[in-house]
């Protein structure tokens, strides 16, 4: 610690009582990501009971609440971020998850087994996601998200959802599909209600106490909230994402892992953020245009890698995981 505050004189060396602060701040971090973590996953028990509970489909349920639930760690803490005036820690959020998600999840996934993509998702999903994103780039060159600009977004994932679940429908339409859930005990309602409101406390709860923390150590480290956002905060709250695409990818369910990533992906930002702005417009200083052309690129790249064989390679996936690891390793470096 020493070594960089007398080499590295912008580095905020802290005192002691400043040190024992920074420590419990970051119990209060790991407490606030268990809280939403925990908090997004039953909630997302609760509402998938309640979708079977009245006969919706397992696949607009996955398409839907599932990816509703993976991406509510986001949700809360760049809505909560934003209202407490902290916007760069908000969109740092969504920016830094959305690299993780594409790079780092999709990387490990492929790493661990090869991922096949298919033709459909080529043709719409990954176009969309990289769509999103160079609006979501283009909005920021003014350092501004305005709610006009929020309410572009909202109906941008109107559509999504709209064009999504039309191709669920076709999809699940096949008498198959049907029979399966035929004889299956449905959920009790009482308990899949309380399992809801229970993660909902979680998540808010959680969500404020893990942003005041992070914002906490920020200020102690004199690192910006944008940094913050684009890593310890992106990296905590894609932990449910993680897990659900390692898991599928593992079981060799390819569809369900790379559906996840480019569901949350586009989530993020086209209903955390307009939901957010709609709420509080967000001024943006932090994000620089070398962490959306990171965003924007990785999108490209993994659009790039599934064309060609329609399957993310094992040595893709390294390539992938290590852009991942260059690009932290460099806030890191600017942080130092």
Not at 122 to 151: G, Q, Y
Request: glycine content about 8%; overall charge neutral; aromatic content about 8%.
């Amino acid at each position: 610690m020493s070594f960089l505050y007398n080499f590295v004189p912008e580095f905020h060396y802290p005192s002691r009582k400043q040190i024992d602060k920074m420590l419990l701040d970051i119990i209060i971090i790991i407490v606030g990501i268990a809280m939403v973590l925990w908090g997004a996953d039953k909630m997302t028990e609760g509402a998938v009971a309640v979708a079977e509970r009245f006969g919706i489909s397992q696949i607009v349920i996955g398409l839907t609440v599932v990816a509703c639930g993976t991406s509510m760690p986001e949700l809360c803490v760049s809505l909560v971020s934003a209202l407490k005036g902290t916007s760069d820690l908000a969109v740092g959020n969504v920016v830094g998850s959305n690299i993780f998600n594409t790079m780092l999840i999709v990387g490990v996934a492929a790493a661990i087994t090869p991922i096949t993509i298919l033709r459909n998702t080529v043709k719409k999903d990954i176009p969309f996601a990289l769509v999103a994103s160079v609006v979501l780039t283009l909005m920021c060159l003014d350092h501004n998200i305005a709610r006009w600009e929020a309410a572009i977004l909202l109906c941008m994932f109107g559509f999504f959802m709209w064009m999504t679940l039309k191709g669920a429908k076709q999809e699940n339409s096949s008498p198959a599909s049907d029979s399966s859930s035929e004889g299956k005990k449905k959920p009790a309602l009482g308990r899949a209600i309380l399992l809801i409101l229970i993660g909902i406390f979680c998540l808010i709860y959680g969500s404020n106490i893990f942003v005041d923390a992070a914002v906490d150590v920020a200020t102690t480290l004199g690192v910006s909230e944008a940094v913050i956002g684009l890593t310890i905060v992106a990296c905590g709250t894609s932990l449910p994402e993680l897990a659900t695409t390692v898991v599928a990818a593992r079981k060799g369910n390819s569809g369900i892992a790379i559906g996840n990533v480019l569901g949350s992906n586009v989530f993020n930002i086209l209903m955390i953020l307009s939901v957010t702005g709609l709420i509080t417009p967000m001024q943006i200083n932090g994000i620089t245009m070398l962490d959306l052309s990171v965003l924007t690129g990785s999108i490209f790249l993994l659009w790039y890698l599934s064309f060609t064989k329609l399957t993310i390679e094992r040595w893709e996936g390294w390539l992938l995981s290590i852009l991942f690891i260059t690009y932290l390793s460099y806030l890191v470096w600017q942080v130092a």
